[in-house]
């Protein structure tokens, strides 16, 4: 089945700068590929998602890169705020069910 | 819209008791998905429901299982509860395709002592 194996699982930065969390997926059949933020004790939330016919997504601070050939896809934060603080997981189909990697903790530091 | 919404929010049973869990998908949803999130294991898939059926299911045992209305609400439920199922139990719902967007509920925190 379908394997989502995420990096780094914590992430420190300091604010203004850059984060970059990247995820491998094992499944070449997958197709959809969302991010999800979940802030302590609060529900997982979609902030951005990208499907296999494209290679890069954009909005505003956030961008999701996808390298179908090499199976791995990439969420990128750019001028990171201390409210970007919080797990970000990955996710992929694999045989029709949505895996997710294991996380990651992004801190950013004022 | 209001988003999808879980009902109860906390809940504290002990070992060998079975509990069941709602969940309320948003209005014209007819996809819910269910989730078990733990430190360790992070968010693992249980079964996805659409139009009442179960489409997809995750390596979970027996005990753990679920059904979905004509309403597309949909309730899960654990039988023979083990210490192991302490965890956070979150429902996502979409539309109709496979794979569009989830949204995801608030989850039900279940304690097993």
């Known amino acids: 089945g379908e394997n989502v194996e995420q990096h780094p699982s914590t992430l420190s930065v300091q604010e203004g700068d850059s984060a970059v969390i990247k995820c491998t997926y094992s499944?070449?059949?997958?197709?959809?590929f969302p991010w999800y933020k979940q802030e302590l004790g609060k529900r997982p939330q979609l902030i951005i998602d990208i499907r296999s016919n494209v290679g890069e997504k954009k909005d505003q601070r956030i961008a999701v890169t996808l390298n179908k050939t090499a199976k791995h896809f990439s969420l990128h934060i750019t001028e990171t705020q201390p409210e970007d603080s919080a797990v970000y997981f990955c996710?992929?189909?694999?045989?029709?069910?949505?895996?997710f990697g294991t996380g990651t903790r992004l801190l950013v530091s004022p | 819209k209001a988003g999808v919404t879980q009902t109860p929010r906390y809940l504290i049973k002990t070992r060998g008791q079975q509990v069941t869990l709602s969940c309320s998908p948003i209005?014209?949803?007819?996809?819910v998905s269910w989730y078990q999130q733990t430190p360790g294991q992070g968010l693992q898939f249980l079964f996805e429901?659409?139009?009442?059926?179960?489409?997809n299911k995750g390596n979970f045992p027996g005990r753990f299982s679920g059904r979905q209305f004509s309403n597309s609400r949909s309730e899960m439920n654990v039988s023979t509860l083990e210490l192991g199922d302490s965890a956070l139990y979150l429902c996502?719902?979409?539309?109709?395709?496979?794979?569009?967007?989830?949204?995801f509920g608030p989850g039900t925190r279940l304690t097993v002592l």
């Open positions: 996502a719902s979409g539309t109709s395709g496979r794979w569009d967007t989830q949204y």
């Open positions: 429901y659409f139009s009442e059926t179960q489409r």
């Open positions: 499944d070449s059949a997958s197709n959809y």
């Open positions: 209005s014209g949803h007819r996809s």
């Open positions: 996710a992929a189909t694999g045989f029709q069910k949505l895996v």
